[in-house]
């Protein structure tokens, strides 16, 4: 493999176990197996297998992936997306509520990543602003308000730490920021996206608020997030990339005083 285009296609075939002409132009990113089982379930399509290193399934021109989680397997699956240059894509995510406003199952609509992970220094300068895609953002706000659902916006905060909910320090200067949320992968999604041309944006749902001990994050607080919230999360996604797809990336329900 010679160049940069070689690898990456011979690379995302390999951690999906899925040919170049089975990917949709729009992409459905996720962290978690469950999500791609609900999209199966929502989709009526066969349940992907687990052979591969990232799952992952088509249906309906959209395709599901789990990457992991962290940010360096947020930016390897945007480098290996190149590939097929998809049209959207659009990370469904959990992320942990920084702000006395959010609650658990709230919706997040990120605005801005704060980029304090690291990895997308690799890519660009670090004071390149990390930014969606509006055109995607925009679907996913027609598409929560169809449903029903009310959202924040503001920024996220991404960081490369997985324990630091001890550290009354760090968690100090995430309030100096004035993010909404933290999580390990939005700023390096926006920042690859932007670096390879692909237009990318996230609709992040709470799961936990670790800024306070009662707050943290447990495997059955989790599965409450999950069980209640996660089907509507992806049903969500799914319609706003449609919406993309039928070039109706409306946000007509939105009013704007000056």
Same mark, same amino acid.
């Not at 959990?94 to 199952?105: F, M, V």
């Given at each position: 493999? &010679? ?33 791609? #089982? ?7 399509? @066969?349940? $992907?297998?687990?052979?591969?290193? *990232?799952?992952?399934?088509?249906? /309906? ?8 989680? =962290? ?11 190149? $590939? ?11 992320? =942990?509520?920084?702000? @006395? ?43 929560? &308000?169809?449903?029903?659902? /009310? ?13 630091? @909910? ?11 920021? &004035?993010?909404?949320?933290? /999580?390990? @992968?939005? $700023? ?13 944006? $996230?609709?992040?749902?709470?799961? /936990?608020?670790? *800024? ?28 706003? *990339? ?14 704007? #005083?000056?």
């Amino acid at each position: 493999m &010679r160049n940069r285009q070689e690898i990456v296609e011979n690379w995302l075939q390999r951690y999906t176990g899925m040919q170049l002409s089975e990917f949709g132009e729009h992409i459905l990113l996720t962290n978690f197996n469950k999500y791609v #089982d609900i999209f199966c379930e929502l989709t009526g399509t @066969e349940v $992907a297998g687990y052979t591969s290193n *990232m799952r992952a399934v088509t249906a /309906d021109g959209i395709t599901m992936i789990n990457f992991g989680i =962290g940010s360096p397997n947020a930016a390897l699956i945007m480098d290996l997306l190149s $590939a097929v240059k998809p049209k959207a894509c659009l990370f469904l995510g959990k992320t =942990g509520g920084i702000s @006395e406003k959010t609650h658990l199952g709230d919706y997040i609509l990120p605005l801005a990543g704060i980029r304090g992970e690291g990895t997308s220094n690799d890519y660009l300068p670090t004071e390149v602003p990390a930014l969606p895609a509006f055109m995607l953002q925009r679907a996913v706000s027609t598409a929560l &308000r169809d449903n029903g659902q /009310d959202y924040w916006t503001g920024t996220v905060y991404t960081t490369n730490r997985r324990v630091w @909910e001890h550290d009354e320090k760090f968690k100090e200067y995430l309030l100096q920021t &004035r993010a909404m949320a933290v /999580d390990m @992968e939005t $700023a390096t999604l926006f920042s690859c996206g932007f670096y390879n041309h692909i237009p990318t944006g $996230a609709l992040l749902l709470v799961s /936990d608020n670790p *800024m306070v001990p009662e707050g943290i994050k447990t495997e059955a607080s989790d599965r409450h997030v999950t069980e209640n919230f996660a089907q509507t999360h992806v049903r969500i996604g799914i319609e706003a *990339m449609k919406l993309i797809i039928g070039q109706r990336k409306t946000v007509r329900h939105l009013k704007y #005083d000056w």
